[in-house]
């Protein structure tokens, strides 16, 4: 929050599929130490962009810049290395390992990447030890040694979380962090990004109104692949073509 | 014994984790090969016969670890091991029949070549996914084989090339089957601890990474084709070495020894040590099916028969392969011990 370039920065961002723009000329920036939140009705981008920024769709036009570096035609792996880390909308986790290792398969690059300073574990050892650590803050040390297929679906979540973690990303992008979940659950996500957010800066898409306004610093709105609104939470809210974008959506 | 507080303690795995992947430790891989090495000493002393059929089976399981790595840990399905090992055996026999350079120079020489040719087959072909990429090798297997029927003089057409040098090992020739046995034994020591060494350290974990789930590797910071092409190239170095000795140890090759049929007996053994290919359930699925004919023998002209029903059978009730009968064995071990501690307690 000290320095003024921004953690992300997107630049007239375009993508199109045979003719109809899914994306169309977005610009915005997220600054580091927020949380941010991109959302927007049913085929609004959302997604489209989200998967341009990690790498699993490349942008037709624009530019994306993460630390000043530019990453727009980058293959996701080298984002991944540079800190920008994802989470799936689908739980994506090894079912036939323990959460002990799907949470070490995130600290996995880190472990010879010292040159940057992001990495105290140079040693197998140690990053395995400081997943332990990590397991103890998600509250997963009670189920380190389960195999990753026979915990509950809210549980891996927290799994998925803290393997994000374990990457050391500067930046974390949630995909639908709380799809398909019941109210205790989505505040179970809510208090796990609540501790996230004071080691890396998080930008997340989601559907759900409620969750987005009691999670994010500040939110940009897409409709039609537009922008149409980007801010703090209760601008947002009040802008009309938010409103009138949702409300045309649901009626 | 039987307080309350002790009841709660057994039940709660305290700090100690299993780390069934990572910490593999490679203690049974040194002990099975330790027992190896005493074998002929205890009960094969004298046994030529058996001491030569197990040379053999050594050689095979060195190239059933190397395939392993890509089959079984990058999860490629890959039906060109056998012309690769063909590969290396033919670069010693080539080299070895016209030049006088010492062994471990040519096996050098093999291992590079088999490493240099799973690069330019996995480049163009690693970009395929599942049964294509199986597909690929297949025409990859016939390519070589075919190169070596049709090499004319250089890999001696259809006949191949015999009169190969014997083994050479710091100036002693090897011949007697004991010492042959000693000679792929150790390969196999040197290939299955560098397997294992590589299966704990971070390059292993991002080659199994991507047999599981490749888009989550790319999205840890992983380069997929790049990890595959690594394992492609482990395999086919490991793979042109073990032929390179085969070449050494048998005296003649020709190509036919290294076809299609033989690439499948490599794969099928690496699926029956176990969809995952660890490195010792490998090691062991290919010396018992290699051994299997032997104990056949009394079946005589339906030997092949049993022989393929056992491997169907293993297939039908054993889809785990070796590692997971293993696995099933140890889980229903300890929920047995669990089960007998929480009786006494009660």
């Known amino acids: ?251 | 014994m039987t307080s309350p507080a002790h009841a709660a303690e057994s039940l709660t795995p305290a700090s100690s984790v299993d780390y069934p992947y990572a910490h593999t430790s490679l203690l049974p891989l040194v002990g099975t090969l330790a027992v190896l090495a005493l074998l002929p000493a205890v009960f094969l002393a004298g046994d030529l016969y058996m001491l030569s059929v197990l040379a053999g089976a050594f050689l095979t399981a060195a190239a059933c670890v190397g395939l392993a790595i890509v089959t079984g840990w990058a999860k490629l399905l890959s039906f060109s091991q056998g012309a690769i090992y063909g590969v290396g055996a033919y670069a010693a026999g080539i080299i070895a029949t016209r030049h006088d350079v010492p062994m471990w120079l040519i096996m050098t020489v093999s291992i590079l070549a088999g490493a240099l040719t799973g690069l330019v087959l996995a480049l163009p072909t690693l970009r395929l996914q599942g049964a294509y990429f199986g597909i690929a090798t297949i025409g990859i297997q016939m390519l070589i084989i075919g190169l070596l029927v049709k090499g004319g003089d250089l890999t001696g057409g259809p006949t191949g090339i015999a009169g190969l040098p014997l083994p050479t090992v710091w100036g002693k020739e090897l011949f007697e089957p004991g010492e042959l046995y000693y000679l792929t034994l150790a390969w196999l020591a040197v290939v299955s601890l560098l397997a294992g060494w590589l299966w704990r350290s971070r390059i292993g974990w991002e080659i199994r990474l991507t047999g599981h789930n490749s888009g989550l590797a790319d999205a840890f910071g992983i380069p997929v084709v790049r990890r595959k092409v690594i394992a492609f190239m482990l395999a086919s170095g490991i793979g042109a070495g073990t032929g390179c000795l085969h070449a050494y140890v048998y005296g003649v090759i020709d190509p036919f020894g290294f076809g299609i049929q033989f690439s499948a007996v490599l794969l099928i053994i690496v699926l029956l040590g176990g969809k995952h290919g660890r490195v010792l359930a490998t090691m062991v699925a290919a010396i018992l099916i290699t051994l299997l004919p032997e104990y056949l023998r009394s079946f005589a002209d339906i030997r092949l028969l049993v022989y393929g029903l056992v491997v169907i059978c293993l297939v039908l009730f054993a889809p785990g392969g070796l590692s997971g009968l293993w696995d099933r064995a140890w889980s229903l071990f300890r929920g047995f011990a669990t089960n007998s501690k929480g009786a006494t307690l009660k």
């Open chain 1, 1 to 251: 929050m000290t320095d003024t370039t921004p953690l992300l920065a997107l630049q007239s961002l375009t993508k199109g599929y045979g003719g109809v723009l899914a994306v169309d000329s977005v610009s915005f920036d997220v600054r580091a130490g927020t949380v941010h939140g991109l959302i927007g009705p049913n085929g609004a981008g959302k997604t489209t962009t989200f998967n341009m920024i990690c790498g699993a769709t490349v942008a037709d036009s624009g530019s994306i810049r993460h630390n000043g570096e530019e990453l727009t035609r980058a293959p996701g792996w080298k984002r991944a290395s540079r800190g920008i880390t994802r989470t799936f909308q689908n739980i994506s986790l090894v079912p036939e390992y323990t959460v002990h290792e799907n949470v070490f398969l995130g600290s996995l690059p880190s472990l010879t990447k010292g040159k940057r300073g992001r990495a105290r574990t140079q040693r197998y050892d140690h990053a395995w030890a400081a997943v332990a650590a990590l397991l103890d803050d998600f509250d997963l040390s009670s189920v380190a040694s389960r195999l990753a297929a026979e915990v509950p679906a809210p549980v891996q979540k927290r799994v998925e979380l803290a393997r994000a973690l374990a990457a050391q990303p500067s930046l974390l992008l949630l995909d639908e962090p709380v799809a398909g979940m019941t109210e205790s659950e989505r505040s179970e996500v809510l208090m796990a990004i609540e501790k996230v957010r004071a080691t890396a800066t998080i930008l997340l898409v989601e559907h759900d109104m409620k969750f987005v306004m009691s999670a994010c610093d500040r939110l940009t709105v897409l409709d039609r692949g537009r922008l149409i609104a980007d801010g703090l939470p209760d601008d947002v809210r009040a802008d009309e073509e938010v409103i009138k974008a949702y409300l045309g959506a649901e009626a």
